[in-house]
Every structure is written in C-alpha cells, then in structure tokens.
C-alpha cells in the first residue's frame, strides 16, 4: 500500500515541480500539460530517491536540497521526453 501512496504523492508533486523544470529549461518546450505532470512525477521519484541516496531525504523543515534534486531530474526527464518526440 505505501507504493500506492508514493505514486500518488509523486502526481502531485508533478503538478509543482514538472511545470517547475519546464521554467528552468531554456525555449519553448512543445509538451503537453500531461506530460509536464507524468514528467514531474517522474523527477519527483527520481530526485526524492537521489536525495535517500546521498543521506538528504529525511530532514527536519523544508527539504531544498531535495526540492532541488526533484526539479533537475524533471528538467532532464522533460529534455529527454523532448528528443524522443522529435525523432
């Protein structure tokens, strides 16, 4: 049941964090609104597991380090869906 609840927790985290790293990634992104979410989750998961990793995922207050991490592998998980489209 907590895998449930960590997708869940991840689509949400998608609606803040995949338009998020579509700001940080410089032109025009031609993506859906969708797929900035399924790509938001996916760099929630991905950076919420990187910061497990480097011993930052479990903090006291508000995990920027985390937040950060997240973000970046939404970036690269929006700039790859990107290319895999044009092809």
Do not use: H, N
Request: aromatic share 10%.
């Amino acid at each position: 049941m907590d895998i449930i609840w960590t997708i869940i927790g991840a689509l949400f985290a998608g609606l803040i964090i995949g338009p998020l790293a579509r700001l940080v990634l410089p032109g025009k992104q031609d993506i859906s609104l969708p797929a900035t979410i399924g790509m938001g989750a996916v760099g929630a998961l991905v950076g919420g597991f990187a910061a497990d990793l480097i011993g930052v995922g479990e903090t006291r207050g508000i995990d920027w380090i985390q937040f950060f991490l997240e973000i970046a592998a939404a970036a690269i998980a929006v700039s790859v869906f990107i290319s895999f489209r044009k092809r």
